[in-house]
């Protein structure tokens, strides 16, 4: 073995040999940076060389530095047994080299020959396994090594052993376990098993049946974990609570317990514990609380500011504090308001009717027949007409309208509707059939029948691709003639969605439908490679089925225009293969009259290197193309931010936490998720001065706890790399966190200058950074070019100029390079294309939301929405909720909670008699 390897099995604190554990890698010493240079007297780690300093940290001197590393995020002092000092290692040298010629010392191990080792004792279990010659005696040995007491045995021949708890006189058991007799093993903890979905069950590290190589897996990992220790601090909360019980309960909603009163960590403390609370935390579980207690405590947070304020609540008849919230003594007092003020509304009913009463008596005069029937006709013609009581151009009055009409026809069938019911009517019924059922049968609406809505929700067959009559509807849309050159500035956006694959036959075409179909050039290509492999393999090859379907919309610069215009079903774009795909929509959308201005896509690998095709071998950066459908004009590549603010979340979660691929570091300064995890424990301690008077109001467990489906949602990232939080981790007053907020500020302002969404929003919000951009001069360029990208530039220099470690370490100590290329690739991008739109000729402001693809991914949800409990619709199904959605238009309205949200709706323009296309009768 080199030099290098020996290294590796040596470790860097105390400087003893060890060997690698089997199940996982060892723990490299940077993990503990901090923690050394706390320990060791500034003894600074990130000077030690590749070829000469040892990478990793024994498993003792692990552990050791994991509770440092504990006591000071808790903010008290770690005092440790290690040495004073780091060892220390010298380069290596071929004959004096105490690395490579390690020989290991002390009295050499007596090896009994195996003639005559006594024979096995143990007997074996009925089933004919051997436990590995495991007896009872090794395992009680081992589990008194680690600090557990031997109780005896249980009636069934289980070993029973428990780790006490001694306070003053009182003695409780905190963790016991069983042991039977096939070696298997059940834990308890303060007299509760653990449920059997606990992760300690299910850990690859801790073995399910004890032998003699891993019996002592399960006793340390027991030993090294804590337990949850509940939510404490709420002795206010159980006093108000208790009223004569010995322990409160905690009712849910459905009237279900979801948490019980019990005893703390200390015998006076009095704890909640939430009914699923996982009991036993992980050794590597930082927080003294499990996320169920820890979520649990938002709930108990409320009740005990309720508790608080409750005598200060207002108690009027007018009040608008529920009476929930109320004592009793509170709603005594409140309905004897409610009674004195109904006594004070008759007796003021009373007295006017007794003034009109005299009034008539007094002033009044009688009138013959005539001037009776005249004044009779008077006060009908005053009443207001149908219809004319709601406001004008509201939702309400073209109902109404319509109706007024259909129950005028003689003859239902004679009924013209308006387009814009026709729309409607077709987004309930494509939501749900039954429910525009009962809505046409009840009688309180006259709704068409389902036969006339699908004439106009099936005016063209589905086809791959791009289809004529789509485009002459995106045509009719967006208004193509009338508008000024200015407004027809456009960006082409595309993204993958996934779909069910398989195969449906078509009634109507006679055809298979759930084949991959690329365009024409991608077809042929892919039947050429296939007949090519046939005859290499002399097999005959079936051809792909779809997985993924490629949409491409087109969108509005400086109009509202949103249109799906073309899809292909795939199983996923290649690079080659989107070039004559997109190229092929700039030219429909160019020969149609729009000016394609950028590309916006995510930032996905095929999209890298898609845009990376058109600049040369050599190019560092590629961030615009010639468009070749408009000599002299160019096309921009923009990646979608919502994407890039998600990627840099991600890489800060990696640093530290979650998989642990990065390590950050900015300065000097560590930039690491374990940051963001103490500012939100700290920001919800109950022991805090300002009770439930939190900074960071927004976040919850989501935030800080991602799940896959948490880290697709935009508005999670956004929050977390706010200014509020850069903010609050400054508050802390902890100097090893400026590299961290450094970032987040830095992304903050990102996200606010490329997320522009209207002219009014920066003025409403009291943000500058939203404000439309006007001058070609504004300061947000200089911002994003200079400060920005500077800092990114000088950040990834710091990374690759750090001594003494390899090119990996390097690349982990910044942003991955696939989130650096997409965020200078934009901002570069935006800038050049947002100054060069600004000297248009009727340009008075751009907005930078419009350069997302938030728009498409509202689409997508929509295409979802319709296929109900089956979010995946197969080929043929996306091809018929294409044109659905093309017919309703702006009447079908994005869902609520998708991974975008803030984007405000279009209006409906109930004036638009725009017709609407239906399906051609067979002649």
Known sequence: MDHKGNLARVCRVCGTGFKPPKDRKPKPVTAFRETILYLFDGFDIIHDKEDTHPPFVCEKCRLTLIKAQAK?????????????????????????????????????????????????????????????????????????????????????????????????????????????????????????????????????????VLTKDTKSKLFLELKESSICVGNLGYDELLKKKREGVENVVFKGVDGNVVAREETGPHTDDR?????????????????PRCPTCTAHGNTLRGALHRTRHKKDLDVSHSSRVSNKHLTKEQLIDKSKDLQREKRLQKTLASKAKDRVCDAVEKEGCNVNENQHVFLQSVLKAAKPKPGMQFEDGSAQQFLFQQQVKQSQQQDARTMRWHPMMIRWCLAIFYTSNAAYDIMRNSGFLQLPHRTTLQQYGKFTEPTPGFNPDILTKLGEVSNLINLPDWKKNVTLVWDEMKIKSGLVFCKSSGDLIGF???????????????????????????????????????????????????????????????????????????????????????????????????????????????????????????????????????????????????????????????????????????????????????????????????????????????????????SQGRHDTEGTRKLIGMMDRFFDCLNVKSARQGDRTRKDDLKPYRDVEDARFTWLEKEFLGYLHRWEQQAQQTPGVTKDVKNRMC?????????????????????????????????????????????????????????????????????????????????????????????????????????????
């Open 516 to 730: 991959t179909d690329l365009g024409e050039i991608n077809n042929e290509m892919k039947d050429f490679e296939r007949r090519c492999r046939e005859q290499q393999h002399g097999t005959d090859e079936q051809p792909d089925l779809a997985t993924h379907v490629l949409a491409l919309m087109v969108r509005g610069i400086f109009t509202n225009l949103e249109f799906v215009f073309g899809y292909y079903p795939c199983l996923g774009f290649s690079s080659d293969q989107l070039y004559p795909a997109i190229w092929d929509g700039t030219a429909i959308l160019e020969d149609m009259g729009f000016h394609v201005r950028a590309f916006v896509s995510d930032g996905a690998s095929p999209n890298r290197r898609f845009y990376k095709i058109h600049g040369d071998d050599d190019a560092q950066l590629v961030y615009w193309t010639t468009n070749n459908h408009r000599p002299g004009h160019k096309i921009y590549f923009i990646s979608d931010v919502p994407h890039l603010v998600k990627t840099t979340r991600n890489n800060l979660e990696n640093s530290g936490a979650n998989r642990r691929t990065r390590n950050l570091h900015y300065d000097g300064q560590e930039i690491t998720w374990r940051h963001i995890v103490s500012v939100y424990e700290w920001d919800l301690d109950p022991q805090r001065v300002a009770l439930g008077m939190r900074k960071l109001i927004k976040l919850k467990t989501d935030h800080v706890h991602l799940t896959p489906s948490l880290r697709m949602r935009v508005n999670l990232a956004a929050q977390v790399l706010s200014n509020t939080m850069s903010c609050t981790l400054a």
């Open 815 to 923: 942003l991955s390079k696939q989130t650096l290329v997409g965020l200078r690739m934009t901002v570069l991008s935006f800038i050049e294309l947002t100054k060069t739109l600004l000297q248009e000729e009727g340009v008075t402001y751009v907005l930078s939301d419009k350069f997302n693809q938030d728009p498409l991914e509202q689409h997508f949800s929509k295409q979802r929405r319709r296929c109900g409990a089956n979010e995946n619709p197969t080929v043929m199904e996306y091809g018929r909720n294409e044109v659905n959605l093309h017919v309703m238009g702006e009447m079908l309205r994005a869902v609520r909670g998708g991974n975008v949200g803030g984007r405000a709706q279009v209006p409906i323009d109930y004036n638009n008699d725009t017709p609407l296309a239906k399906r051609p009768r067979n002649r």
């Open 72 to 208: 000071l995020k808790d903010g008290k002092g770690a005092t440790t047994m290690l040495s004073d000092k780091m060892a220390d290692f010298h380069p290596h040298t071929e004959d004096t080299c105490t690395i490579c010629n390690y020989r290991p010392t002390g009295r050499p191990i007596k090896k009994t020959p195996p003639g005559l080792r006594a024979p096995s004792t143990a007997v074996p279990p009925e089933n004919g396994s051997t436990f590995d010659t495991l007896t009872d005696g090794e395992i009680i040995d081992e589990a008194t090594r680690h600090g557990f007491a031997h109780l005896g045995s249980a009636g069934n021949g289980d070993l029973v052993f428990a780790k006490y708890q001694v306070k003053s006189v009182h003695v409780k058991i905190q963790q016991q376990v069983n042991v039977k007799q096939d070696r298997t093993w059940e834990v308890f903890v303060h007299d509760k098993p653990l449920p059997p979905s606990h992760p300690i069950y299910s850990s690859r590290s801790l073995p399910s």
């Open 271 to 287: 704890t909640i514990r939430h009914v699923d609370c996982h009991l036993l935390l992980p050794s590597n579980k930082f927080s």
